[in-house]
């Protein structure tokens, strides 16, 4: 493990003889920090030190860290070694220095507002204090008693004069590997040391937050384009806020708003720097990436997630696909897209069903294929539910020039998203304060987070050092998504979501059935957003607005209302289900088994579809129907809706009649001159033929007494339609 800790050196406050130049006080602040590798979090701290114009100087750049791994067991000496080291070197003694971690470590405020409270204090060194004792507890009864605050010392941050401290440290004589927090605590539990070194704590956390054992006191305490941490028990407004121990993940949350990455008024301030930009770069120099698709269970509308795929905007010769697809019943899919487009991608790396590789190994796998071309640059993991509505996603999170970034998607109508903004004591989900504001787009940054999933983009140098385990995704008590952020959280490598952008959402897999030619049709409850982009017409929307209604007839309406994928889809799932009737009257399919005017049909109830044919009839008929019949409301209630087949050998025309409801629906399944000639449809009371169907349109008109019709012949090929008998 590497550590990362800080000492600030402070002028000691004094007058200014006459003619003197001021000094701000980020002028009188030297910021040692002890950071032996430049971590995400070390990143973090030097641009708050940056924000409130903190001085800075790195200590044991490139050196092993020998601290050991203290979250679990005591160490940290190195630290002490190192702080010794940089005090022999400093000749005034009546310098402040301030000595804190940094890799878990934000500046709430500025350098002036420190000097003050430690002034204050009266002491001349302030350790950070805490309410939890480490690493010893039976040294408890030897702390001092406080008359309101913390009693324990944390070694993480202390303030005090470099005499002070000088002569505090000048006894070590630990190894790398010793406890930093047992040598302080020692110090300072010792009456006479504690009183020559004038030692105290900040007991109320005016100077200092130690977050580990005070979580519920500490809230934020959003200013004018400023953010601070409030400790509500002892109503201070600490300067250095510290996420010691296990709470690294709950500095991560605040460290999304202290002190100024996002404020009600000025939003994200962070979001826009360290940018790599792609405007100014030739496409053949985009950083080559590798996308992994992972294919995991059934899942609906494969097909129109390859062709965004496709369509995503990054010259195809700089990406490269590795496709894991563990359903056989998506083989035609995968196959298909590849062979009418594969050759378009620098490298296909395709893995099937026959490997019989489990969630861990394919992401494992796909990971490694990244980490051992020496010309990835990142890794793009897309999952197949993914529904990437943006086709830029891709040039805007390598722009974001971060480690792991994620794009928010959510499911339609629900809260589910991507991302978890908090984990629970037990590592599972739980839901940050922020999360609703977060996906409803209400609070809009570039949020660190404590778990992704489904689709987000890695830096593939992660994947050549802190993620170089080849079996990131693996556990004995954890999904493969929740162990692999396990593994990056404990690697220090932070996580971000962006919800500056709108990106997609992300499909519902349950109660998805493969036991139909086109299973996407039963889609219309689950996934309603995705089966409306699929089958229904793109002009749709506009029909009111723009006047496509057309009235061929009296009070008969035409309109769009199917794609043409819809149509199609339609009518194979009908052929292959193939069970049309015979066309005569008894018919025991229907309530009293007898049909006065018989077609040749197939029922939606026959194939199970008569709920998701009502739930289209209410989205998409219903709303034009009150538009179009002004007063009447319906429920879109329906005895019969099937599909006919007219064919000149079969069923060519229907003899006049009335239809058995309050309004009919009846939708071209095809197109004329292209599918069959002839058709169509004639009310005979206005002498008036609509004899032009157009696929995709609806005729809707009263079915009762007024409009006595009949299909007029289809001459040649074969003609369908689907009717829909409203209301009887």
Known sequence: ??????????????????????????????????????????????????????????????????????????????????????????????????????????????????????????????????????????????????????????????????????????????????????????????????????????????????????????????????????????????????????????????????????????????????????????????????????????????????????????????????????????????????????SLYKEVKLIGPESQLDEASSRNLGFDTCRKDPDCEYFFNLDIEVVLKNENTLKILIEQNLPIVVPLITRTGRLWSNFWGALSPEGYYARSEDYVDIVQGRRVSVWNVPYISSVYLMKAHLLRSELVDPDLFSSNTLDPDMAFCHNVRSKGVFMFVTNMHSFGRILSTENYVTGHLHNDLWQIFENPQDWEDLYIHENYTSIVKDKLVETPCPDVYWFPVFSEVACNHIVEEMENFGKWSGGGNVDTRIQGGYENVPTIDIHMNQINYEKEWQQFLLEYIAPLTEKMYPGYYTKAQFDLAFVVRYKPDEQPYLRPHHDASTFTINIA?????????????????????????????ALMHPGRLTHYHEGLPTTAGVRYIAVSFVDP
Request: aromatic share 12%; glycine share 8%; with cysteine.
């Open 1 to 342: 493990m590497k550590l990362a800790l800080t000492v600030v050196l402070l002028s000691a406050l004094c007058p200014r003889t006459s003619g003197e130049e001021a000094r701000t006080p980020g002028d009188q602040l030297l910021v040692l920090t002890v950071a032996t590798k430049e971590t995400d979090g070390f990143k973090r701290f030097m641009r708050t030190a940056k924000h409130f114009n903190y001085t800075v100087k790195v200590l044991g750049q490139d050196e092993e860290w020998m601290g050991g791994d203290y979250m679990s067991s005591p160490g940290g000496g190195q630290k002490v070694r190192l702080l010794k080291a940089a005090l022999d070197e400093m000749k005034d003694d009546n310098g402040i220095i301030l000595f804190v971690d940094s890799y878990d470590v934000v500046f709430a405020s500025s350098p002036k507002e420190l000097l003050k409270k430690f002034q204050q204090a009266g002491h001349k060194v302030v350790f950070s204090s805490e309410s939890l004792i480490w690493p010893d507890r039976h040294l408890e009864d030897k702390y001092p008693h406080v008359t309101e605050g913390n009693r324990f010392l944390g070694s993480g941050g202390f303030i005090g004069y470099v005499a002070n401290i000088r002569e505090m440290v000048s006894s070590w004589t630990g190894e790398d590997g010793d406890s930093d927090q047992l040598f302080f605590t020692n110090i300072y539990i010792n009456p006479e040391m504690r009183k020559s070194l004038n030692i105290t704590v900040d007991s109320k956390c005016r100077l200092f937050q130690n977050l580990h054992g005070s979580l519920d006191e500490v809230v934020l305490k959003f200013e004018d384009r400023h953010v601070r941490a409030r400790n509500l028990l002892y109503d201070t407004l600490p300067v250095v806020i510290h996420g010691n121990g296990p709470t690294k993940l709950q500095l991560n949350y605040l460290a999304n708003y202290i002190p100024n990455t996002w404020s009600f008024e000025s939003g994200c301030t962070a979001c826009h720097e360290d940018l790599r930009l792609l405007s100014d770069v030739e496409e053949s120099e985009y950083p080559l990436v590798w996308i992994g698709v992972f294919i995991q269970q059934p899942t609906p509308f494969v097909t129109v997630f390859f062709e965004r795929l496709l369509k995503l905007q990054y010259p195809k010769d700089r990406l490269k696909l590795f496709i894991y697809n563990k359903e056989v019943h998506h083989e035609p899919a995968v196959t298909s897209f590849l062979q009418d487009h594969g």
């Open 669 to 697: 399944l095809n197109q004329l001159g292209t599918d069959y000639e002839g058709g169509g449809c004639r009310f005979l009371r206005y002498d008036c033929s609509v004899s032009s169907p157009r696929k995709g349109w």
